[in-house]
C-alpha cells in the first residue's frame, strides 16, 4: 500500500462552519505534512509531523488546527475560515522523521476547499 | 523571496524529441532536489532526485542535471511522450530543516 488516502475530496464551508480534513497513511512513514496549494502556485508547508509531534508550524493562523491521533493519522480542524483560504489542501508522508528527510513526500490527492 | 523558481510556466514538445525543464534556486543550504509531476486532480508524485554531491542522476528516460556553481537544475526527459504532458514541479530541501520548498510549476504538453 503506496497511498496516501485524503478525504473529503470536496468541501464548501461557510466561515462559521467547524469542518476537518483527514489524512491517513498505512506506509508506515513516521512525518506527515500539510500543504496549502492556490491555483498555478506551488505547494506551501503548513505543519510537520515527526513522531506524532508537532515539528514545524509555518507560521499559520490559528484558525487552522492540525492533530495527529496516531501514525497513520493526521487531521487538519477548520474554523472560522475566510474565502481567502479556499484552495487545495495537500497531505503528505516521508519514510523517516522530517529532520532526516532526503525530501521525497508521498503526496494524497488532495482536498480542494471552498469557503463562502 | 522566492528561493526556487521555474522560469517557464508552459513547454510545448513533439512526441519523440526531448523535453528540457529548467529551476534555479537561490539558498545555498538546499541540498537535495527533486521533481514532482502532478496530473490535475491528482497530488504530485515525485519522479526523479539528485543529491548535491552528485552532478547527475538518471532514470529510465528522466535524467536531472545540478550546477551547484549556478544553481541551476534541469530535468531531460528522453524520448517525451504524450503522457508525460503534466505539470512539473522543481523542490529544493535543507534537509537539516527537513523542508521542501517549491517552484511555481511547468506546464509540459508533448503532442503526439
Known amino acids: 500500500d503506496t497511498e496516501v488516502t485524503q478525504t473529503p475530496k470536496h468541501l464548501v464551508m461557510g466561515m462559521t462552519n467547524k469542518k476537518s480534513l483527514k489524512c491517513e497513511q498505512h506506509?508506515?512513514?513516521?512525518?506527515m505534512y500539510w500543504y496549502k496549494q492556490k491555483a498555478k502556485k506551488p505547494p506551501e508547508l503548513m505543519f510537520v509531523?515527526?513522531?506524532?509531534?508537532?515539528?514545524i508550524n509555518e507560521s499559520v493562523p490559528s484558525r487552522f488546527s492540525p492533530e495527529c491521533p496516531n501514525s497513520s493519522l493526521l487531521n487538519l480542524h477548520l474554523h472560522a475560515l475566510q474565502p481567502e483560504d479556499s484552495a487545495l489542501y495537500l497531505c503528505?508522508?516521508?519514510?523517516?522523521?522530517?529532520?532526516?528527510?532526503?525530501?521525497?513526500?508521498?503526496f494524497g490527492e488532495g482536498s480542494r476547499l471552498t469557503v463562502l | 523571496d522566492q528561493q526556487v523558481k521555474q522560469n517557464s510556466p508552459s513547454l510545448s514538445v513533439q512526441e519523440g524529441r526531448i523535453s528540457i525543464l529548467n529551476c534555479d534556486y537561490t539558498?545555498?543550504?538546499?541540498?537535495?532536489f527533486l521533481w514532482y509531476k502532478k496530473y490535475p486532480a491528482e497530488g504530485p508524485t515525485f519522479l526523479i532526485s539528485?543529491?548535491?554531491?552528485?552532478d547527475k542522476n538518471e532514470d529510465g528516460r528522466f535524467t536531472v542535471f545540478l550546477n551547484k556553481s549556478a544553481k541551476h537544475l534541469s530535468l531531460h526527459i528522453v524520448p517525451s511522450q504524450p503522457g508525460d504532458s503534466a505539470v512539473y514541479f522543481c523542490a529544493a530541501s535543507d534537509t537539516n530543516a527537513g523542508k521542501s520548498t517549491f517552484g511555481d510549476g511547468t506546464t509540459l504538453t508533448v503532442k503526439p
Open positions: 503528505a508522508s516521508s519514510q523517516v522523521s522530517f529532520d532526516k528527510n532526503t525530501g521525497e513526500l508521498f
Open positions: 506506509m508506515g512513514h513516521r512525518a
Open positions: 539558498n545555498s543550504m538546499f541540498d537535495y
Open positions: 509531523y515527526s513522531y506524532e509531534k508537532l515539528s
Open positions: 539528485i543529491s548535491s554531491i552528485k
